[in-house]
């Protein structure tokens, strides 16, 4: 089975960067998309940023556009996401997922996610 292993959070001030990193124990090229979602304490987990497979079509949410950006490396079986110009609202445990699905116009729903990694933490202190 599939397995996800996320890595690169910690503690930042406003304005900082981090480079979360998401190690799949496979080639995660033939799932459909692979995406980023957090969880804020006391929140529901929301989706950050997906990237579609093959056609390499990516999608933000509205609230990290132009601060975040989600390379791969596919050699390394890793998606990363590029954290810039980070808030104390971007605190929160992140989360890489892999679907076996995808419907773009609901780019954002984990439901559409099978596979999780146990997340990491990212602190921006203000």
């Known amino acids: 089975q599939l397995q996800l292993l996320e890595s690169g959070g910690g503690l930042v001030h406003s304005g900082g960067s981090l480079r979360l990193s998401c190690v799949a124990s496979?080639?995660?090229?033939?799932?459909?998309?692979i995406g980023w979602f957090r969880q804020a304490p006391g929140k529901g987990r929301e989706g950050v940023s997906v990237?579609?497979?093959?056609?390499?079509?990516?999608y933000y949410a509205d609230i990290v556009e132009g601060r975040f950006t989600i390379p791969r490396d596919n050699a390394k079986n890793t998606v990363y996401l590029q954290m810039n110009s980070l808030k104390p609202d971007d605190t929160a445990v992140y989360y890489c997922?892999?679907?076996?699905?995808?419907?773009?116009?609901?780019?954002?729903?984990?439901?559409?996610?099978?596979?999780w990694g146990q997340g990491t933490q990212v602190t921006v202190s203000s």
């Open positions: 997922a892999v679907s076996l699905w995808f419907d773009a116009t609901n780019w954002s729903s984990d439901k559409q996610f099978s596979y």
């Open positions: 990237v579609k497979n093959r056609v390499d079509t990516t």
């Open positions: 496979e080639d995660i090229v033939g799932y459909y998309a």
